[in-house]
């Protein structure tokens, strides 16, 4: 590549921070504690205000009366209640504190939304996309003839391509806001799993045979530049794939073994706090909760002068 090819190369990364490839170098995709406080059986409920509302906002509702305190959970178990059948069940909580817990998410694709609706129909066209994200390449492919495997833009678009069509549920070749979340952080959605999967092989995956051996492994993580034994932390790494990434101790890593591996199967926080809240507020045992029953053991959800939703009761709730 040129010198002008790769001024013009740096200018678009720099320019268009928002609008590069999807490539991705973390590979470990770990599901975040709801609290750092202790989930004890004790009157504070520091742990289930921060888990149902998050901490920012379980701080905000530290602030209230009471009264404030009961008649904003009131909206927000409305919200909770996605069939409006009024029952809150414990797949909706869970639902909805983990949509609390990846607000951050919800947040990055607000801000980057109006870039990528272009026509401002409230939807992202893969036409879209790949206009804003591949403009400069698709008008001018060749000053990126000799790019890196990692920056190639032609490696790099359908690979997004495919992702994107993934995302789409509904086949429309256009994102709707949920869909194009999925789209930037595919390893937040269990039906976007495989993609993570498989493009983490073909980042390693380098003699394209289907796995990953130890040696792509390591490369993953660790450059060999100079002479010498490798640092004590790769000969650690080794045992690590000899020992628990490859399971069937065959040398190599399929698909199923790298699943396992940068998508770990957890505890789920989210499920088992679902479930304390239905068990502790089911009046009537039906393992469903009614807006009455949750406001009977309203400093279980959120705290007066405590819980964790305020703040964002003032907002625009769109991206929520």
């Given amino acids: 590549m040129g010198v002008y090819g790769l001024t013009c ?26 609290s750092r406080d202790p989930h004890e059986d004790n009157q504070s409920y520091r742990y289930d ?22 008649e904003r959970l009131g909206k927000i178990v409305d919200r909770i209640d996605g069939d409006k059948d009024g029952y809150v069940t414990t797949d909706e909580l869970k639902s909805w504190i983990n949509r609390v817990q990846k607000r951050y998410i919800y947040e990055n694709v607000a801000k980057v939304w109006t870039d990528y609706d272009l026509n401002k129909d409230n939807k992202i066209s893969w036409d ?16 990126f003839q000799d790019a890196t495997d990692q920056f190639s833009f032609k490696k790099m678009l359908p690979r997004d391509e495919r992702r994107f069509k993934t995302a789409d549920l509904d086949g429309d070749t256009a994102a709707s806001r949920e869909e194009f979340t999925a789209f930037l952080h595919p390893e937040e959605f269990d039906h976007m799993k495989d993609i993570v999967v498989l493009e983490t092989l073909e980042d390693i995956d380098k003699n394209g045979d289907g796995h990953v051996d130890e040696d792509e492994y390591i490369a993953d993580m660790f450059a060999h530049e100079v002479e010498g034994p490798e640092p004590d932390w790769v000969k650690t790494e080794r045992e690590q794939f000899a020992d628990f990434r490859d399971t069937n101790k065959d040398g ?69």
């Fill in 9 to 34: 190369l740096l200018l678009l990364c720099v320019v268009e921070v928002f609008s590069k490839p999807t490539y991705k170098n973390e590979r470990v995709h770990l599901d975040p504690k709801l």
């Fill in 49 to 70: 205000h921060e888990a149902f509302l998050g901490k920012e906002e379980a701080t905000t509702f530290d602030q209230l009366t009471p009264e404030e305190s009961k």
């Fill in 128 to 143: 879209e996309y790949k206009k804003a994200t591949y403009g400069y390449y698709l008008a001018n492919p060749e000053e």
């Fill in 252 to 320: 190599k890593m399929d698909k199923e073994e790298i699943r396992h591996w940068i998508l770990p199967q957890d505890y789920d926080h989210a499920q088992a706090e679902a479930r304390h809240l239905v068990y502790e507020s089911d009046l009537n045992k039906d393992q469903l909760l009614t807006k009455e029953e949750v406001l009977e053991n309203w400093n279980m959800f959120v705290g007066s002068q405590a819980t964790n939703y305020g703040e964002d009761l003032t907002k625009n709730h769109d991206e929520l």
